[in-house]
């Protein structure tokens, strides 16, 4: 299956961001000197995707300014710039506004047109990032080339926290392995084990078509976990995906904005001998 197009949903309204937030897509917080949602874009980019679709919140503008090439400032003026769209050459994007349920499904629904039938496509949540040494959706094409299935992000969390996510219930002697159920948000009693999905998924729009045939789940929402139950229920193979040479990271709260902040500043050599008289100092006094 051919996997050239990218989903990323950006409608998010960032509650736990604001007042930042406050008419300012989460998505373009910060990382050093390039929006989250870049990072994101940039891992699309290398992992040879040529179209990627964002679903916008009610008004677009703010991620238009920023990707819209044809409204690109003049070049040649500032070198980052100047790589920026560099970057963004030869792909094409698309903005779609979200309309339809609330839900992590419904997004799929909004990109439904510009994904051509038969064809798979890789879906991120726009605040979640895979700082990895091979780009994540590389690693995801990879695995559907190897297995012939739908493959979900995974990794593992505490236990504790399972009620939080979507966890991943895994075949057992599966070396690839492959899923026979998801359950999203179990009890602790309930899960089967602890490898959560994130945001990001290779999907086919078989899951499209099943999110338009099943009905709301928890709290009134249209979620995709409930459509990649309904997939392997029919039959479908879906395998999980541990991030190799990463993690996955989120930009989602204040806490975990500030760790994904840390973890790309140290990785800078400049920024991390900058900040390291400070770090040390302060957490000195802390002892």
Known sequence: MKVETGVIAAAGSGTRMLPVTLGYPKELLAIINKPALHLIIEEFINSGLKKIILITGANPEPLQRQYDVSIAPPRGKYKPLDEFFDKLAGIEIIFEPQQGPYGNGTPLLVARPHIPAGEGFIYAYGDDIIKATKPFALQLIEKHQRTNSLVVGTQEVAWEDVVRYGIAQIKEGSSERFMYDVVEKPTRE??????????????????????????????????????????????????????????????????????????????????????????????????
Not at 190 to 195: I, R
Not at 246 to 274: C, F, H, S, V
């Open 190 to 287: 309930e899960a089967a084990s602890n490898l959560a999905m994130f945001g990001r998924f290779l999907l086919s729009t078989d899951i499209i078509q099943i999110l338009t045939e099943i009905p709301l789940g928890q709290a009134n929402e249209l979620w995709l976990t409930d459509a990649v139950r309904e997939y392997i229920k029919r039959g479908g193979a879906v395998s999980a995906e541990a991030v190799a040479g990463g993690e996955w990271l989120t930009i989602g709260d204040p806490i975990n904005y500030l760790k994904t902040l840390m973890e790309y500043a140290l990785d800078d050599a400049a920024i991390r001998q900058a900040l390291a008289p400070r770090l040390k100092a302060r957490l000195s006094l802390e002892e």
